[in-house]
């Protein structure tokens, strides 16, 4: 019996592959291989992105403190509440003004927001690359 099939598949005609199945096959491994490198990007950029949300109310709370504490606040009512004599000694003004700026808490609280907008960014443009990549693999799919 198996003499028999051996005939039979002997007189068969190899099929020929469709016209540009290789061209599809190396689009459809480096397809995987970009979604995979996104993929993983979007990891890394999603724990930069909840690890500034996590530390943006530490570092809220750090700012608010050091406003509270250093009397920022109260040089800067002035500006309002005595005009003139804020403007007759505005170079004193200003100097108490840096002074008590809270500048620790303020470079933290940029470097925190900084980490955020880029981590939102990056994350946004990687996420648009996957559903790209994806329409592109199902465009390939049913081609």
């Known amino acids: 019996m198996d003499d028999n099939y051996g005939k039979l598949f002997s007189r068969l005609k190899p099929l020929d592959p469709p016209a540009g199945l290789l061209e599809r096959i190396i689009n459809r491994i480096q397809t995987e291989r970009d979604l995979l490198t996104v993929k993983r990007r979007l990891v890394i950029f999603s724990i930069g992105f909840i690890g500034s949300i996590a530390a943006f109310v530490p570092v809220f709370k750090m700012v608010y403190q050091g406003f509270a504490e250093s009397g920022f606040t ?20 200003l100097s ?7 500048v620790t808490g303020l470079l933290a609280f940029s470097a925190v927001l900084l980490v955020f907008l880029e981590s939102l ?21 049913s081609h």
């Open 74 to 93: 109260q040089f800067l009512s002035l500006l309002f509440s005595d005009t003139g004599i804020v403007l007759n000694y505005f170079g004193n003004f």
């Open 96 to 102: 108490s003004l840096l002074e008590t700026l809270p």
């Open 121 to 141: 960014k990056l994350l946004s443009k990687e996420v648009k690359s996957v559903v790209a990549s994806k329409l592109v693999s199902k465009q390939l799919l």
